[in-house]
């Protein structure tokens, strides 16, 4: 550990130019009132007309009847942060646009119910959050500058505070959006983050309730992250700026935050984020176009060499301290060595969907986990099942119940019991399941005649595919949860009744000149799914203490 510190500081300290009057991260937000209007938009995606009329008050209630007066709303707003050695050093200031100072002071104390204190030299102090923070004000250039720290009042000079205009970028199409330059950073504070890293690491793989059995799983990842601090370190060398953009994709209904690493030309860096290659899914088609709703992602093990390595000596602990003599000795064992194949390929595919209804009102659950190579999985699933399984159990499967190409089909029969609950949208008394280990995966099917849909399954091919989506279509997803027994007006109000599949969130990474990570989240469906979530819960756990 303390070889892998030294290299991050040497690393981190060799491109060192900088310009004091340069803040390493900077922050801004066009006009407010366009931040207005987008957070009004989201709310109106969220929860219509109601939604929109609670922000309305929440302004109201926060800045009174006078609301931003002495605040310019036609300005944009801009700020940075001092970045420091020690985390106590740190300050961040927030310039505002103004259109009186008198009047943006009254609004300050409005927002805060407490008065605030002229310092004099046109210093003034302004309340602040519990703690050894403080909140100290300057105006400058019809701007209000405030700034944080537990000792603000150096980056307030008259020489220290950075004009909006080298801060604004009206290039930026984002509603907020932040970016750290890494030649800014001083080499005291590059020499400083090895000991954040080992903070970082004392909290993930130190925290009380870690017990030996864990830390033998997790010891592979602690190394890795030592590799990884010390190769990201060297190509971070080649980094111009990182950018963080939140904004609102208002056709999508989205909700988007997006992190860009650009680097320098004809670095190391350019080119390993080049040869990025696109994420794919080999089993995205069985997402199709009737989907009620469904998931697909990739598990994070394509992204670096590092992680393939640390999940693999972890899934040899797991195997070792599972690995005691009983009857699923056999299975547990291939089931481990399959997982460590699968791995090492890079391609941890996971895919889910409902489909329907079809013409019976029925609907169809088909899924697919990456796995490779799983024929000793299957023929040591097999052989515990004949030797173990009870007879009624035995009469429910029906073993090589069909074949596509060489690949075996296996079916069971859901239990009646089970009909009232999980198989009723499935084909209730006909819910059946069909899976298959095919080369590259486990593939299953539930439904009342599953084998057909299970052999298309079996021939879908891969395609690019987000890291993670999560698909929803609402007019599907009613009839589903009526078929359920459940209340389609509930799920209405929730989800509304549009017969379009639309992504619920979905998280995306690219490479090129740049890398990407864009995370969208569909405010018409998540949000107001989740409170529906958490409405029933609250709703359960109601009843069942009654």
Same mark, same amino acid.
């Given at each position: ?17 900088? #310009? ?39 302004? *109201? ?220 899914? #080999? ?35 797991? *195997? ?34 409902? #489909? ?122 009613? *009839? ?27 998280? #995306? ?38």
């Amino acid at each position: 550990m303390r070889y892998t510190l030294v290299l991050i500081a040497t690393a981190l300290v060799l491109p060192s130019a900088v #310009r004091a009057a340069d803040p390493p991260v900077t922050f801004q937000t066009h006009s407010l009132d366009r931040a207005l209007f987008d957070l009004r938009t989201a709310a109106d995606f969220v929860g219509g007309e109601p939604a929109v009329k609670a922000v309305n008050k929440g302004i *109201q209630n926060l800045f009174g009847e006078k609301g931003f007066e002495g605040l310019d709303i036609n300005r944009p707003v801009a700020g940075y942060v001092i970045l420091a050695p020690k985390p106590e050093d740190i300050t961040a200031v927030v310039a505002l646009p103004v259109t009186d100072e008198k009047a943006f002071l009254a609004l300050c104390d409005r927002a805060s119910n407490e008065k605030h204190k002229d310092l004099g030299k046109g210093l003034y102090q302004l309340p602040a959050p519990d703690g050894p923070v403080k909140a100290r004000l300057r105006f400058s250039d019809g701007y209000a500058y405030i700034a944080y720290g537990f000792s603000p009042e150096p980056a307030l000079g008259a020489s220290a505070m950075v004009p909006v205009g080298k801060l604004y970028d009206p290039t930026e199409k984002a509603t907020v959006a932040a970016k750290l330059h890494f030649d800014r950073v001083t080499p005291e504070v590059k020499k400083a983050l090895p000991g954040v890293l080992k903070g970082i690491k004392t909290a993930l793989f130190a925290a009380p309730g870690i017990g030996g059995q864990e830390k033998m799983i997790l010891a592979p990842f602690e190394e890795a992250l030592d590799q990884l601090a010390v190769r990201y370190a060297l190509l971070l060398g080649g980094a111009d700026t990182a950018t963080v953009r939140v904004s609102i994709d208002a056709p999508t209904s989205d909700l988007v935050v997006e992190a860009t690493l650009t680097p320098k030309p004809e670095t190391a860096l350019a080119k390993e984020l080049a040869a990025l290659k696109p994420t794919g899914n #080999r089993f995205g088609g069985l997402i199709t176009a009737d989907t009620a709703a469904g998931f697909q992602t990739r598990l994070p093990f394509f992204f670096n060499d590092e992680l393939k390595t640390a999940t693999v000596k972890a899934l040899e602990e797991g *195997q070792k301290l599972v690995a005691k003599p009983g009857s699923w000795k056999e299975t547990s064992d291939e089931l481990f060595k399959g997982l460590i194949r699968t791995v090492k390929s890079g391609e941890a595919d996971v895919v889910a969907g409902v #489909r329907g209804p079809d013409k019976d009102g029925d609907f169809a659950l088909a899924g697919a986990v990456a796995f490779a190579e799983p024929a000793a999985l299957e023929k040591e699933f097999k052989s515990h099942f004949e030797k173990n399984a009870p007879p009624s159990e035995q009469d429910r499967m029906k073993w090589n119940a069909a074949k596509a190409g060489a690949v075996n089909i296996h079916t069971y029969k859901l239990p009646e019991q089970d009909v009232s609950d999980f198989g009723k949208p499935f084909g209730g008394n006909k819910s059946t399941l069909a899976f298959a280990f095919a080369p590259t995966g486990i593939f299953f099917v539930v439904g009342p005649d599953p084998v057909p849909v299970i052999k298309d399954a079996l021939a879908v091919k891969p395609a690019a595919a987000p890291v993670l989506d999560v698909v929803v279509n609402p007019a599907r997803v009613i *009839q589903f949860v009526e078929k359920a027994g459940g209340r389609a007006q509930d799920a209405e109000i929730l989800l509304g009744k549009e017969d379009k599949l639309r992504s619920a969130t979905s998280l #995306r990474v690219t490479g090129g000149a740049d890398v990407r990570v864009r995370y969208a989240l569909n405010l018409r469906l998540f949000p107001r799914a989740a409170a529906g979530a958490i409405v029933t819960t609250e709703k359960v756990e109601r009843f069942e203490k009654k």
